[in-house]
């Protein structure tokens, strides 16, 4: 249980960096505003974390594709010689965890959603693991 909370925070932490190092390179050095176009309801408590079986399921196997990528990916990410190039390949990681995620049909916030209600909410907890 405490490897898939590690591997959920790692995803959760590529999934979010990689959007937010794009956008921020495609800005201009002038560009201000809020720079996040993305809100996580779970974690501004206001989701509802009522989730199927079948989400939950959905969740667990995208999750164990993650895992895989994340594997393959963190050592080269760890040893990339420039910041650009670890950025470089934080981004093939992330898009590589999007095409598991939506390979199991499901959205990128909702993925996002489950994970954090998984670290945040005992009770969706205790059903992920149960279906595990």
Same mark, same amino acid.
């Given at each position: 249980?405490?490897?898939?909370?590690?591997?959920?925070?790692? %995803?959760?932490?590529?999934?979010?960096? =990689?959007? !937010?190092?794009? @956008?921020?390179?495609?800005? #201009?050095? &002038?560009?201000?505003?809020? %720079?996040?176009?993305?809100?996580?309801? =779970?974690? !501004?408590?206001? @989701?509802?974390?009522?989730? #199927?079986? &079948?989400?939950?399921?959905?969740?667990?196997?995208?999750?164990?594709?993650?895992?895989?990528?994340?594997?393959?990916?963190?050592?080269?990410?760890?040893?990339?010689?420039?910041?650009?190039?670890?950025?470089?390949?934080?981004?093939?990681?992330?898009?590589?965890?999007?095409?598991?995620?939506?390979?199991?049909?499901?959205?990128?916030?909702?993925?996002?959603?489950?994970?954090?209600?998984?670290?945040?909410?005992?009770?969706?907890?205790?059903?992920?693991?149960?279906?595990?």
């Amino acid at each position: 249980m405490n490897k898939l909370l590690v591997s959920i925070t790692a %995803s959760i932490a590529l999934l979010a960096a =990689a959007p !937010a190092m794009a @956008q921020q390179n495609q800005q #201009s050095p &002038a560009t201000t505003g809020d %720079s996040s176009g993305y809100s996580n309801p =779970a974690a !501004a408590g206001t @989701q509802n974390t009522n989730y #199927s079986d &079948a989400e939950l399921k959905q969740f667990i196997s995208a999750q164990e594709g993650i895992a895989e990528v994340r594997e393959e990916y963190i050592e080269k990410i760890e040893g990339a010689d420039s910041q650009e190039k670890a950025q470089e390949l934080q981004m093939k990681a992330n898009d590589e965890m999007v095409s598991v995620i939506e390979d199991e049909k499901m959205d990128i916030p909702t993925y996002n959603a489950i994970a954090t209600a998984y670290s945040s909410e005992p009770k969706v907890r205790n059903r992920i693991d149960a279906l595990m």
